[in-house]
């Protein structure tokens, strides 16, 4: 009986994961590829396929315009695949290209000029920034957002706090230039600056002081996975000192353009501390950890926790489509790039190359990212066994 209860609970736990996982990444994906439809359609590009996911289709239909519109068994990613591709990652087919007519090769992708090619491929990028912006600006719009004073109400002792020289009633006004108008900014700011150091504009009666801070590298283990952030040890005010505060449209609009940039700011900072060793790669994430935050996400913050998932990973989605990595759409405006400079594009052999070293780089990255996800899994069914 015991071991059916816990089929059971596990079986729930899966599809109470996947099914949130589905739904967020369905949302950024299309969103993601409507982005290259539009624009490639803007841009006189005959459209073959749009497809949500891979592999074998499950569902589809055909417009008006000859496009097959179409759900995949494998719902992890999408693509656009317009006149003249080789396939959805948008290789050239040169050889179909040759045996084309002028009519045809009017609406053939790699046909087009290069700064059109560039517009459409950027366009998927675009969007789901976009997306965000549009998402966290709509949250803040219909909820508000609760806010309370970036003031010191006391100092954890033998924390990095002290050793800076804070004080009770010190009100922080900035941190590295960047104005602080609540206690949440200043911890947002703080939790991502683990172990460096930062130059803190305090009002301390009445009268500005700089302060450097170093935060403390903290390292815990949630249900999300190994987590690292820094801490200073300041505690601000209670609760009830917190105020819902409204926001107009552009107020909402410049806010969701604003938290945008923070995410990918805190990522690109991650990422440059990866590679030059002073951050884990124990926090990258694939599907299965993706599905374990959506399911996380969901059951504790219902429809808007998932609602904000959404622009987080989209942001993600966006950011990382834009590495200069073949295969990927940044790898593909590399290859423009090149070809603006050169005054005609590199060589079919040369391209070949390179989307196989750009899908090998992705799928080491999968690779990494899914072991992360098994041994963070592990760790989690060890801890409720």
Wanted: with cysteine.
């Amino acid at each position: 009986m015991d071991f059916l209860t816990a089929m059971g609970g596990t079986a729930t736990g899966f599809f109470g994961a996947v099914i949130p996982f589905l739904i967020v990444l369905t949302i950024v994906v299309f969103v993601h590829e409507m982005g290259h439809f539009l624009v490639g359609r803007w841009c006189g590009v005959g459209v073959h396929a749009f497809s949500i996911g891979f592999g074998p289709e499950l569902v589809g239909f055909n417009d008006r315009h000859g496009t097959r519109w179409k759900l995949c068994a494998i719902p992890l990613g999408g693509y656009v695949k317009f006149h003249g591709d080789a396939n959805g990652a948008s290789m050239p087919d040169a050889q179909t290209v040759a045996r084309m007519s002028p009519q045809e090769r009017e609406t053939s992708f790699p046909t087009q000029p290069v700064a059109k090619r560039a517009a459409i491929v950027a366009a998927g990028p675009v969007a789901n920034f976009i997306l965000a912006i549009l998402v966290f600006a709509g949250a803040i719009y219909f909820g508000g957002r609760y806010e309370t004073p970036a003031r010191v109400d006391s100092v954890v002792a033998g924390s990095a706090a002290e050793r800076a020289g804070f004080q009770p009633g010190d009100v922080i006004r900035s941190i590295d230039g960047s104005p602080v108008g609540s206690f949440t900014d200043m911890q947002r700011t703080v939790t991502g600056s683990a172990g460096t150091a930062l130059k803190v504009l305090v009002e301390r009666a009445g009268e500005p002081r700089e302060l450097t801070a170093i935060p403390e590298v903290v390292e815990e283990r949630t249900p999300f996975g190994q987590h690292r952030f820094g801490r200073l040890g300041l505690k601000g005010p209670n609760g009830t000192e917190a105020k819902l505060v409204q926001y107009g449209a552009l107020q909402s609009l410049r806010l969701g353009v604003y938290e945008t940039y923070f995410v990918v700011d805190r990522t690109m900072s991650y990422l440059g501390k990866l590679v030059t060793g002073r951050e884990s790669p124990d926090q990258l994430s694939g599907p299965i950890g993706i599905a374990r935050v959506s399911g996380e996400v969901a059951k504790v913050g219902g429809v808007g926790g998932l609602i904000s998932l959404i622009a987080l990973l989209s942001v993600s989605i966006g950011l990382l489509n834009l590495f200069p990595v073949p295969m990927l759409d940044g790898g593909h405006l590399m290859f423009y790039a090149f070809e603006a400079l050169r005054g005609r594009p590199l060589s079919e052999k040369a391209q070949e190359i390179g989307f196989r070293i750009g899908l090998a780089l992705v799928l080491m990255l999968m690779l990494f990212a899914g072991w992360n996800d098994i041994l963070n899994l592990a760790a989690s069914w060890s801890r409720a066994t």
